[in-house]
């Protein structure tokens, strides 16, 4: 596609229920990323996928959260047990290259997950 | 470990006034820096990027920033501001060593008054 898509937009949820959030990158991108924004917060980095190398998972909260990447495209962030805490917009991220000089990261419009 | 610092949480200026956000950034390598915008229910855009050549960088939307090693500062600029600025503005570290994860500050948020 033309840019990065998330979906759902919008996402409503329980407590307690599992919720996943979809990231169609651009293609040929190599590099992918989650962001979570918070209320009025900055981006904290949640998960970063580069190419066929183990994902850096360092900015996951909890063992709740998970995320694949499948066949080097679409990728999948998962949180199972929601809580409240975990409402905020989550973000996608694609990049074309691997390393220095930086790279564009193309971002898509995010995820706004509400948990009730 | 890489890190970034926005100096401002908030800046409001009048329109037609010069626009200074400030960042300082930790690297232990040369890092790659950028400036992002993020609009009222809009996606991040890139205004510019530093990745080792030319120190003063030239964005979109008239904005412009100059990398100072001495300093470990990369302050984004516009010599007069114009309403549509007025933004959330993100200062943006890489992880050095071929890994191009990104470092966000945490914010400037920019207003315009008329």
């Known amino acids: 596609g033309a840019g990065v898509s998330q979906s759902p937009s919008n996402k409503v949820t329980e407590k307690g229920k599992d919720v996943e959030l979809r990231c169609d990158p651009i293609s040929g991108h190599t590099a992918l990323y989650w962001y979570r924004q918070s209320l009025g917060q900055g981006l904290e980095f949640l998960i970063y996928?580069?190419?066929?190398?183990?994902?850096?998972k360092s900015g996951l909260p909890s063992d709740r959260f998970s995320a694949e990447r499948t066949g080097g495209s679409v990728s999948t962030l998962t949180i199972q047990r929601t809580q409240q805490e975990d409402s905020a917009v989550y973000l996608c991220a694609s990049s074309p290259h691997r390393g220095p000089p930086g790279a564009e990261a193309f971002f898509g419009q995010g995820t706004r997950l509400t948990v009730v | 470990a890489q890190s970034v610092t926005q100096l401002d949480s908030h800046v409001s200026v009048s329109e037609g006034t010069p626009v200074l956000l400030r960042c300082n950034y930790s690297s232990s390598y040369s890092p790659s820096l950028f400036w992002y915008v993020q609009h009222p229910n809009k996606g991040l855009q890139l205004l510019l990027k530093?990745?080792?050549?030319?120190?003063l960088v030239k964005g979109i939307n008239g904005f412009e920033a100059e990398f100072k090693k001495s300093e470990t500062s990369f302050h984004l600029t516009k010599p007069s501001a114009h309403m549509s600025d007025a933004a959330e503005y993100f200062c943006?570290?890489?992880?050095?060593?071929?890994?191009?994860?990104?470092?966000f500050g945490a914010g400037t948020r920019l207003a315009v008054h008329p």
């Open positions: 530093y990745t080792s050549a030319a120190t």
């Open positions: 996928f580069q190419g066929n190398s183990a994902p850096d």
């Open positions: 943006v570290v890489t992880v050095s060593g071929g890994y191009n994860k990104l470092i």
